[in-house]
């Protein structure tokens, strides 16, 4: 990340992040605009940083479809089998 077109957006993003680690501050909310700017940066030179941002896509990806899976489980927990075997019948 330290050669390319973004190497000015990763130093800010990577002094952000250790001085939030350090300062025990939330990373989130302290870093939220150094990171879109990166973000942007990788965006536009996709060509060079196309590896990074496929593997941060599936990991989205990966994330979605577990989340998805909980909520199901969640959802499918809080009704009786007899609501469960009816919604399933009547999604097909």
Request: with cysteine; charged share 40%.
């Amino acid at each position: 990340m330290k050669a390319g077109g973004c190497k000015e957006s990763f130093t800010a993003w990577d002094v952000c992040i250790k001085e939030a680690e350090k300062n025990k501050e939330d990373i989130v909310s302290k870093c939220v605009e150094v990171t879109s700017t990166l973000h942007k940066c990788m965006d536009a030179h996709s060509d060079y940083y196309q590896p990074i941002l496929a593997r941060e896509k599936a990991a989205e990806e990966q994330v979605k479809k577990e989340f998805e899976a909980e909520k199901k489980k969640v959802e499918e927990e809080d009704f009786s089998e007899e609501e469960v075997a009816a919604r399933k019948q009547a999604q097909g």
